[in-house]
């Protein structure tokens, strides 16, 4: 059993920066590809990034080059750090671990229970 906490959503402005935390409960975090999803208003749930155990790691494309990812096993503890953030940003950003090792929605294990995220314009 994997328990997920986030922290670290807040209100930011256009531009602005925001560092996500997501602490995992359990002995086995390391064994757990770990990574981040989000919800907009009014949408459906979607990938971020994610970090297999073997440290590969992928991003959406909406994405790419403004987050990054990166997990410290000896604290069960994920991160996700957002820069030059948007508008379009603004969503619940949930935390999530999977034993598979991918990031489809069906496949992952446990969910954190999410941490708003603003950006305004």
């Known amino acids: 059993q994997v328990q997920l906490v986030e922290s670290g959503g807040g209100l930011v402005q256009a531009g602005g920066s925001l560092r996500l935390s997501c602490a995992a409960s359990?002995?086995?975090?390391?064994?757990?590809?770990v990574g981040w999803f989000r919800q907009p208003p009014g949408k459906e749930r979607e990938f971020v990034a994610g970090?297999?155990?073997?440290?590969?790691?992928d991003y959406a494309d909406s994405v790419k080059g403004r987050f990054t990812i990166s997990r410290d096993n000896a604290k069960n503890t994920v991160y996700l750090q957002m820069n030059s953030l948007k508008p379009e940003d603004t969503a619940v950003y949930y935390c999530?671990?999977?034993?598979?090792?991918?990031?489809?929605?069906?496949?992952?294990?446990?969910w954190g229970q999410g941490t708003q995220v603003t950006v305004s314009s």
């Open positions: 359990g002995r086995t975090f390391s064994s757990y590809a």
């Open positions: 970090d297999t155990w073997l440290s590969i790691v």
């Open positions: 999530a671990a999977s034993r598979r090792g991918t990031f489809r929605y069906s496949d992952i294990d446990y």
